[in-house]
């Protein structure tokens, strides 16, 4: 049997698109309890339902959260295998019968939030990440680390055209999720934010999304990033082990940044932002913190009119305009693409914090 009459005794017609068929079977790195060995295993494609696309995933970006989904920190509905990955971008291979906003042959990205109601009052409101019925991918679904994955039409993002799909995955959240965060800080043009764990991949496009929105950015990272956070943008610079750090960045901002993004998941790093954000500044955290708990002032806190905000990733438009900044050129962080079997390798890699910039997927390497 010829290798073509073996992939079609493994596969069947798309009757939505003369398109290539659709296999039978996959390529997924999978893990069955937290903290597994994660494999390359062959599993069945998904079939979709009525309200999904189908998504061929070229490249899924690999996200810090993924990390911690796998560690069990975040854990995932009970099933076996389980799939990562919550950044993927590719090419739409087959639609649900109630699907009228995409098509077969449509660029798309599948996203944290893969699913909500729209009927709460928080989906109502635009605030979907939250919605009471949310359908989180990688945690309620399995994710974009496999060639074949389902999302919600929805919810599911529009890539725009001859935008290079490697660059692009890593907005679907770290981009929106900084986007969202710089968004909820309140500030304006010419304002001052200082960014945690600003060599990272958060990080990095939070530097690149502040300069564009017309923020002035004091990076603090390990020592060694200096040179790429000021090549993003960043106009300060302070050593996040360094001595002395609420007096350097006060004096760096002349009375402390307006607004701080907590995007390094240390206990230590937010609480020092306390001490240093101007007065009437605003805390947004980003960062995940495994186990992590606040020890603040609150005399200090009221004192000096200080908020503190969480947010998670951002709503449909807060997409579509991450995205947009993306397409007109002004986001580009540096990026490694790596093989489906090198996942591990890359969370070992994440978890030693010795990391510039995101690591990307290419599910057919």
């Not at 020592?223 to 360094?242: I, N, Q, Y």
């Not at 010795?354 to 990307?360: L, M, Y």
Request: include cysteine; aromatic fraction near 6%.
């Amino acid at each position: 049997m010829t290798a073509n009459a073996d992939f079609e005794a493994n596969s069947e017609p798309n009757s939505n698109t003369n398109s290539e068929p659709i296999p039978k079977s996959q390529k997924a790195a999978c893990y069955d309890k937290p903290n597994d060995p994660i494999e390359v295993r062959d599993i069945p494609v998904p079939e979709p339902g009525d309200d999904d696309l189908l998504v061929k995933v070229l490249f899924s970006g690999v996200c810090h959260t993924d990390l911690t989904i796998w560690q069990g920190e975040l854990p995932a509905v009970d099933r076996k295998p389980n799939v990562g990955g919550h950044e993927g971008v590719g090419i739409v291979v087959k639609v649900g019968k109630n699907v009228s906003s995409f098509k077969v042959g449509d660029k798309a990205g599948i996203k944290c939030i893969n699913g909500t109601c729209l009927s709460c009052s928080e989906c109502k409101q635009g605030w979907e990440p939250n919605c009471r019925n949310v359908m989180a991918t990688a945690i309620h679904r399995n994710g974009s680390f496999q060639q074949y994955a389902l999302v919600k039409a929805t919810e599911a993002a529009t890539i725009p055209e001859m935008v290079d799909l490697t660059q692009a995955a890593p907005i679907l959240c770290a981009g929106v999720s900084v986007f969202r965060a710089l968004k909820e800080a309140n500030l304006t043009a010419g304002e001052k934010v200082a960014i945690t764990g600003a060599s990272g991949g958060l990080g990095s496009y939070a530097i690149q999304y502040a300069k564009a929105m017309g923020y002035r950015v004091l990076a603090i990272a390990n020592k060694d990033a200096e040179d790429h956070c000021r090549g993003l943008g960043a106009e300060w610079f302070v050593e996040s082990t360094g001595k002395d750090i609420v007096k350097q960045i006060i004096s760096l901002t002349d009375g402390g940044p307006h607004a701080v993004l907590n995007i390094a998941p240390a206990q230590n790093a937010i609480e020092k932002s306390f001490e240093y954000v101007r007065t009437r500044g605003t805390i947004v955290l980003v960062g995940l913190a495994k186990g992590a708990k606040l020890n603040a002032d609150v005399n200090n806190l009221v004192l000096r009119a200080i908020t503190v905000k969480g947010t998670v990733v951002g709503n449909r438009y807060d997409i579509d305009q991450a995205m947009d900044f993306f397409a007109r050129g002004l986001i580009k962080v540096p990026i490694k693409i790596i093989p489906l079997n090198g996942l591990q390798c890359a969370y070992k890699t994440m978890l030693s914090k010795k990391i510039t910039g995101r690591f990307v997927v290419d599910l057919w390497k």
